[in-house]
């Protein structure tokens, strides 16, 4: 009698249910029985498979038929076979509709190198420089640190904050003013909560951005128009024709994916706007201190501390994975947005907040900082020159900061070199990733090249695969 488990803890360590009944015989059966499993995720990529005796008995069928289903799925690229490893399930194996097929389908290669924008080198890290505060900060903490405490954050980071942002990046803070969060997108999300709670009715946004960002506030309620874009930037100077608006969301220091920053007539375009409307300006300042060729561009919540909402993280400067992040806010705003934060997630993390103010304190963030400006320097330098020997013919713009360059591309070929390069293993996007559905105009075909993720171990040969698929 054929059963229908196999359980052969030596090799699975678990059991695994197998139905070899079905039209075409035995063989066919269990060849179709494993391709489902497969399929499914039952048998993941690298999973080692019972010997052919081994599943035979089991499952009470011939050896020779488990051989054979071996064999055949060997060939058809589901499973490899090697002397003294034992059958396993390919490591290339995805789920795929099964249309009746049983030959072998093509697969995309899992990406061996990343060139996605938005990230910094992980590798580089300052794991030891961060211990050494987090000891510091945990030796010195009160003991009522370890309470809720303040919905605002512990008065040690915001208060080193308020410094290091009025020296680094030209903020008016004060520490009561700022309001710690899990990043960015927390930030985000709680003015959405407070704008729409003063009943705006629409934030208008870049033309090109990030989408999860927009959806974030048409979840609070908002509408989510797109200012135009041309050769030098973002047009706010036509904030005003945009009736509903009582907000906008901005990228002024490096406009993301684009790479401008926002020209001085335009950030005032900008404050006029907010001041005459009585409107705000939510700055994401997400890569200011990564400026390469000559000193930051200062914030522009220093121009009127009343109508922007400043907005920063560690996300680049130290990792994404901290969920650190900070708003500084206008006096009105204050007390509502910490109700609200208060309401719904009362505090972040009190470790990694007191040991990032004992890292900026200490003067490691300012060395860390600088150290990585260097560091991306060199590899938007090698980017650069890279594309200058093969690529001649496309124009790279954006050059000037923060952690990924925009690279121009033939019309009509943006689709195929961001495909090109995923089955070359390569992550890459395309420009129009980043577009607002409701931009006007022709699409631009580019791509957005990050430079940052990559460790030094990586980069070599993630440029030499982006030069491969480059048209």
């Given at each position: 009698m054929v059963k229908s488990w196999a359980t052969s803890p030596e090799t699975l360590g678990v059991d695994l249910h197998i139905d070899v009944s079905?039209?075409?015989?035995?063989?066919?059966?269990?060849?179709?029985?494993?391709?489902?499993?497969?399929?499914?995720?039952?048998?993941?990529p690298g999973a080692r498979l019972p010997s052919s005796r081994t599943l035979a008995a089991d499952l009470g069928i011939a050896r020779n038929t488990v051989a054979d289903a071996y064999a055949e799925l060997v060939a058809e690229g589901w499973l490899t076979a090697r002397q003294g490893s034992g059958t396993q399930v390919a490591r290339r194996a995805e789920a795929r509709q099964d249309r009746g097929h049983t030959h072998r389908l093509p697969t995309r290669r899992k990406p061996t190198y990343n060139l996605l924008a938005g990230a910094p080198d992980l590798a580089s890290f300052p794991r030891a420089e961060w211990l050494r505060a987090a000891r510091r900060a945990l030796t010195a903490a009160p003991h009522e640190a370890f309470g809720l405490g303040d919905p605002r954050g512990r008065i040690e980071l915001r208060t080193v904050l308020a410094d290091y942002l009025a020296r680094a990046r030209g903020v008016y803070a004060s520490p009561d003013r700022i309001v710690i969060c899990s990043g960015f997108v927390h930030g985000l999300t709680l003015m959405g909560r407070a704008l729409r709670a003063r009943r705006v009715r629409e934030v208008a946004v870049e033309a090109y951005g990030l989408d999860f960002h927009w959806k974030l506030l048409t979840e609070a309620g908002l509408r989510t128009p797109a200012l135009p874009l041309d050769e030098q930037g973002t047009r706010t100077e036509e904030l005003g024709e945009l009736r509903g608006a009582g907000a906008v969301l901005m990228t002024p220091a490096h406009q993301f994916p684009i790479g401008f920053p926002l020209l001085p007539d335009r950030r005032a375009a900008a404050v006029d706007w907010a001041r005459a409307r009585g409107g705000l300006i939510l700055e994401d300042d997400y890569d200011g201190e990564f400026r390469f060729d000559r000193q930051p561009v200062g914030a522009l919540q220093g121009l009127d501390p009343e109508h922007v909402v400043y907005l920063g993280t560690a996300s680049k400067s130290l990792a994404p994975g901290l969920r650190l992040g900070w708003m500084v806010l206008p006096e009105h705003l204050v007390d509502e947005v910490v109700e609200g934060k208060g309401l719904a997630d009362w505090s972040c993390g009190v470790l990694d907040q007191l040991t990032l103010a004992e890292f900026i304190s200490s003067g490691a963030y300012d060395r860390h900082v600088r150290g990585m400006r260097l560091h991306y320097r060199r590899r938007r330098d090698q980017l650069v020159t890279a594309l200058a020997e093969q690529a001649p013919h496309l124009h790279v713009s954006g050059v000037a900061a923060g952690l990924h360059v925009l690279l121009e591309l033939p019309p009509g070929t943006e689709r195929s070199v961001v495909q090109g390069a995923a089955w070359q293993g390569l992550a890459l996007e395309g420009l129009s990733r980043y577009r607002h559905p409701s931009t006007p105009g022709p699409r631009r075909d580019a791509l957005v090249i990050g430079y940052g993720t990559p460790s030094d171990s990586e980069w070599t040969g993630a440029l030499d695969a982006l030069m491969r698929v480059l048209p």
């Open positions: 079905g039209a075409g015989g035995l063989r066919a059966g269990l060849m179709s029985a494993l391709r489902e499993a497969v399929r499914g995720g039952r048998l993941a």
